[in-house]
C-alpha cells in the first residue's frame, strides 16, 4: 500500500537559510534523489534557500513505497510542501521531475490559489506532446536494464551490481510508469515564467519539444541550451548554476525591492 509522504521527510533542506527571500524546490529525474542538488547551495545566491524534494522509495523517503502515476504523487506531494509555501518559491525540475513540477503547479494553482514565480523545466518535452515512444517499466528485468543502459542514466557499475539493482528497480520501474502513463489535460497557460533547459546532444528530447514549453505561459519564456546529453545538468552544472544564478538574483532584487 503506498503511503503518503510526510513534510518533514519529503522536503529536504541540505543548507537551512531562513534569511533567503526565495525557495527553490527541485524535483530529481527518473530513479534519482535529492542527493543530486546537495552543493546546490554552494553556487546560488545566498537570498535563494535550496529544497530538494525527495522522492519516495530513497534515502529519507526509503520505507515509503513510491508511486507509479503522476496524479496521487503530485497530491502527496501538494500536501507535503503547503507549510514550506510561506515565502516565495520557485520551482525546478529535470526530466520526470519537470513534469511533476509542472502539474504540481497546476494543482497548487487550482487546489490553493498558489503559485510558484518561476517554472524551470530541464531535459523534457512540453507535456502536451505524446510520448510516442513504447513503455518500458513493463519490460523483462534483462531488457529493462538494457533500456536503462541505453539511456545513460545508470552506470555500467550499478547496473551490474545485482544487490543494489534490487533496490533500484521498483524506484526505477515506478518513476518511469509515472512517465509513461502520464495524460495530458489541457488547463490555461501559466501567468509567471517559463525557462527550459535543453543539452545539445540530447537523443531523447529535441529543440522543438522543448520550444513548445512556451505555449504552457502567457508570460516570459526562454529556452536555454547547455553542452552535453540528456544529463547535461550533471556534465554542465557549472554552465547551469551560473545561468540559475542569475535569474534567480533578478528575481531575489525585485522581490528586496518590493518589500
Excluded at 515565502?87 to 503559485?115: C, D, I, N, T
Excluded at 530541464?122 to 543502459?149: C, R, T, Y
Excluded at 551490481?161 to 495530458?184: C, K, S
Aim: hydrophobic fraction near 40%; include cysteine.
Amino acid at each position: 500500500m503506498t503511503t503518503t509522504p510526510t513534510f518533514n521527510s519529503c522536503v529536504t533542506y541540505p543548507k537551512p537559510n531562513p534569511q533567503a527571500s526565495v525557495r527553490l524546490f527541485c524535483f530529481p529525474y527518473a530513479g534519482g534523489s535529492s542527493s543530486i542538488f546537495r552543493t546546490w547551495s554552494n553556487s546560488l545566491p545566498n537570498t535563494v534557500e535550496v529544497c530538494p524534494i525527495e522522492l519516495p522509495g530513497r534515502l529519507t523517503q526509503i520505507r515509503t513505497a513510491p508511486f507509479s502515476q503522476l496524479e496521487p504523487l503530485v497530491s502527496a506531494i501538494a500536501l507535503a510542501l503547503l507549510t514550506h509555501l510561506d515565502k516565495p518559491f520557485v520551482f525546478f525540475g529535470h526530466s520526470m521531475g519537470a513534469l511533476v513540477s509542472f502539474e504540481l503547479a497546476r494543482l497548487l494553482r487550482k487546489q490553493y490559489g498558489l503559485e510558484p514565480l518561476h517554472l524551470f523545466v530541464s531535459g523534457q518535452q512540453a507535456p502536451q506532446i505524446p510520448n510516442l515512444d513504447p513503455p518500458i517499466h513493463v519490460l523483462s528485468e534483462p531488457v529493462f536494464k538494457e533500456e536503462l543502459h541505453r539511456l545513460n542514466g545508470t552506470s555500467k557499475a550499478v547496473l551490474e551490481n545485482a544487490e543494489l539493482m534490487q533496490l533500484l528497480l521498483p524506484i526505477l520501474r515506478a518513476d518511469f510508469a509515472v512517465l509513461e502513463t502520464y495524460v495530458y489535460t489541457t488547463e490555461s497557460p501559466f501567468n509567471f515564467p517559463i525557462t527550459a533547459f535543453g543539452g545539445l546532444h540530447d537523443r531523447e528530447v529535441s529543440y522543438n519539444e522543448l520550444q513548445a514549453w512556451q505555449e504552457q505561459t502567457n508570460a516570459a519564456f526562454l529556452l536555454q541550451m547547455f553542452p552535453g546529453n540528456h544529463f547535461f545538468l550533471h556534465s554542465a552544472q557549472s554552465l547551469l548554476l551560473q545561468f540559475l544564478s542569475q535569474e534567480l538574483r533578478r528575481m531575489t532584487t525585485h522581490i528586496n525591492e518590493y518589500t
